[in-house]
Nanobody, 124 residues
Framework: QVQLVESGGGLVQAGGSLRLSCAAS????????MAWFRQAPDKKREFVAA????????DYADSVMGRFTISRDVALNTVILQMSSLKPEDTAVYYC?????????????????WGPGTQVTVSS
């Protein structure tokens, strides 16, 4: 059973940075496509970034391109989302997901496992 736990969320001022971590169960990050999604109140869960199981491919939502970076540490079974130049519209609960199939998916329906999420709040 795949288990995911996010951490690192919090309150930050606009223009600041945060580093989110997703701790995964053994060998998850080298077996699954790993992704970050976010969900703001009264909005659908939206794609933020993803990294392939080999680590060779990444993809980002247009809204975060150039500001967020996804990476992974296979030895620690951890996926990192480094967020900089944060904006109030980045405020949301951020979720880590793991999906099978080998490709990077932007639809949350393609991800099989989810963590409980971590709140990110960006004040103006």
């Amino acid at each position: 059973q795949v288990q995911l736990v996010e951490s690192g969320g919090g309150l930050v001022q606009a223009g600041g940075s945060l580093r989110l971590s997703c701790a995964a169960s053994d060998r998850t990050v080298s077996t699954y496509t790993m992704a970050w999604f976010r969900q703001a109140p009264d909005k659908k869960r939206e794609f933020v970034a993803a990294i392939s199981r080999t680590g060779g491919n990444t993809d980002y939502a247009d809204s975060v391109m150039g500001r967020f970076t996804i990476s992974r540490d296979v030895a620690l079974n951890t996926v990192i989302l480094q967020m900089s130049s944060l904006k109030p519209e980045d405020t949301a609960v951020y979720y880590c997901g793991a999906g099978s199939g080998g490709l990077i998916w932007k639809s949350s329906a393609r991800y099989d496992y989810w963590g409980p999420g971590t709140q990110v709040t960006v004040s103006s």
